[in-house]
């Protein structure tokens, strides 16, 4: 029985360190969750601004010879998969990569672009064919990492390797939700509405525009990387959260166990203790 | 009292300034271009070029390294995919990078890509040449 005790004491106290640790993970989560919100938030005037010269320009400019504006039939498809490079995030790679599992067609022509360790692994594991990894994007995405992406993307594109190229991510909805997203990046669909507002193009509308687009399709897979991450540190603090939650259970099953054995001990000490007084009398 | 148009600058990861300028002055693809309060609306890509905002306290200069101008309604925007005040700039790495691009212009290798050499020497030389000159002004 004492050998009992000591066990459930040992396990109490790992549990005890497990929750320290999910504890912290938790607050560091936390803490760049925020700052994933707050790069979004900074990220967002520029963003729109970029969109909206594209609306204006797209209407008074022929795209006849902007090839990266004109769909083609679509042989081969280039899938860009936003996951995590780290694990211990709850669903969040999961559910990016069951997303894009509904998404290809089985013996499909496609390629992929694997953004984080996790995608990496998983299309590796399952023999597809890796155009390029982007390993170590870091907690804190920079925008000259998307637009390097961004050229490889719009380089193959115009290549004629790939006749389309889609983007699967985790949008961000709270820290409790993100929603796995498919979303085409090129060729570009030009933002609808919106109405000229007669700018004077320098030096005309077709050369505009031709710059300006390769600028919103980076921008557009910045502010993808930006939400990606903040969602990966919200499913991370949500997951940690909960794990913290279950050890507190475990704990306090375990110490309510813990007592009432030792209550049994104690009474059976003392109902020998009585036992072997009475048998002396 | 001098008239003024509200001006910001804006890289993809923030808003740097928002100020009021007397004119703005900044290399467009066709040339440099001087704005004025109450330019007609304009859409122009920008090359790598000394921003000048020229504001009723004095001037204000950045490293640009190309991107684009807006104006509208009198409001001048400059989308800048970089933007660096002149104490931003990290001449050392400025230099290396001219000197690295210099290297692959000279090399005439099939690999190399021209205009992308070209690209990073003009966005070398701008920031050499904004942090020198702010370095002797700052010595005066």
């Known amino acids: 029985m004492p050998q009992g005790l000591r066990d459930i004491r040992r396990r109490i106290r790992s549990v005890e360190n497990t929750r320290k640790i999910t504890q912290a993970m938790k607050m560091v989560a936390a803490a760049k969750l925020r700052r994933a919100q707050d790069s979004a938030q900074a990220a967002r005037p520029y963003a729109e601004r970029i969109e909206d010269a594209l609306r204006s320009v797209a209407q008074d400019a022929s795209a006849s ?49 694997a953004v984080g360790r996790k995608g990496r692994d998983y299309l590796r594991h399952r023999g597809h064919h890796i155009a390029k990894e982007y390993i170590g994007i870091g907690d804190y995405p920079r925008y000259y990492q998307a637009q390097a992406l961004g050229e490889d993307i719009v380089r193959a594109f115009v290549s004629g390797e790939v006749d389309e190229v889609r983007l699967v991510y985790a949008q961000f909805v709270s820290a409790m939700t993100q929603r796995p997203v498919v979303q085409q990046l090129l060729p570009v669909e030009r933002p609808q509405g919106g109405g000229s507002r007669q700018y004077i193009y320098e030096p005309d509308a077709e050369a505009v525009l031709e710059e300006l687009v390769p600028h919103y399709l980076y921008a557009s897979l910045y502010r993808a990387l930006l939400e990606s991450k903040a969602s990966e540190w919200g499913a991370r603090m949500t997951a940690m959260d909960s794990a913290t939650r279950n050890s507190e259970d475990l704990i306090r099953n375990l110490v309510l166990l813990l007592n009432r054995l030792r209550q049994a001990a104690i009474t059976n000490e003392i109902a020998e203790i009585v036992g072997g007084a009475n048998a002396l009398q | 009292m001098a008239t003024t148009v509200p001006v910001s600058v804006v890289t993809p990861e923030r808003e740097l300034v928002r100020t009021d300028a007397e004119m703005v002055l900044v290399r467009g693809a066709d040339g440099d271009l001087g704005i004025l309060p109450h330019h007609i609306p304009l859409v122009t890509a920008i090359r790598p070029s000394v921003l000048e905002i020229r504001t009723p306290a004095g001037r204000e200069r ?34 290396a990078a001219k000197e690295r691009a210099e290297e692959r212009l000279k090399e005439h290798a099939a690999d190399v890509d021209i205009v992308r050499a070209e690209l990073a020497l003009q966005r070398a030389l701008v920031r050499m040449q904004l942090a020198e000159e702010s370095k002797k002004t700052t010595a005066v």
């Open chain 1, 65 to 113: 010879r902007m090839p990266l504006l004109r769909p083609r039939p679509v042989q081969k498809v280039g899938y860009v998969v936003l996951t995590g490079d780290r694990g211990l995030s709850g669903p969040f790679n999961a559910s990016i990569l069951r997303r894009l599992q509904q998404e290809i067609r089985p013996g499909g022509d496609q390629v992929f672009f």
């Open chain 2, 62 to 95: 950045y490293a640009v390294t190309g991107g684009f101008l807006e104006v509208r309604g009198d409001q001048v925007t400059v989308l800048a995919r970089t933007a660096e005040r002149p104490e931003e700039i990290d001449v050392n790495r400025a230099r």
